[in-house]
């Protein structure tokens, strides 16, 4: 039996596709389901251009809180929400470490090519380095 299940989302579309994934798993009572999602860290020299408007940091945590807690409410069993900053498969890898996930559950956005090399892939790295199996879920 799954214990603890460690649910991957980002802001991406493909969001509802990993927590209709959760309905396939036969998630008991006694499981505990981590929603996290990691907000990717600014770099200090990174440039924002000036002629576009800024949601503010707190109003994407906001957002973000108010989305996870919308999934929260449906799920069977116990659960909480992380919301951290950093690098998204670090941060992912080090929850699941804390939470001691028996699986971790993730979106893949299906890049391939150049775009894949250019913006790397969070999945593949989660992979890689997770202490527990990994459930990747690919866009339809």
Do not use: W
Not at 43 to 55: A, T, Y
Request: charged share 25%; net charge negative.
């Amino acid at each position: 039996m799954l214990k603890t299940i460690l649910v991957a989302l980002d802001s991406s579309e493909h969001r509802q596709r990993v927590i209709q994934s959760l309905e396939q798993l036969n998630i008991q009572p006694a499981t505990k389901i981590i929603l996290c999602h990691v907000m990717p860290s600014l770099e200090p020299d990174s440039e924002m251009p000036v002629d576009r408007p800024h949601v503010s940091e707190d109003a994407l945590y906001q957002e973000t809180e108010k989305q996870l807690q919308s999934y929260q409410a449906d799920l069977p069993c116990e659960s909480e929400l992380e919301i951290v900053n950093g690098d998204p498969a670090v941060e992912i890898i080090r929850l699941a470490h804390i939470h001691q996930a028996d699986l971790i559950v993730i979106g893949s956005r299906g890049l391939t090519g150049l775009k894949r090399i250019l913006e790397g892939s969070v999945s593949s790295q989660v992979v890689t380095d997770a202490p527990c199996s990994v459930l990747v879920v690919k866009p339809d």
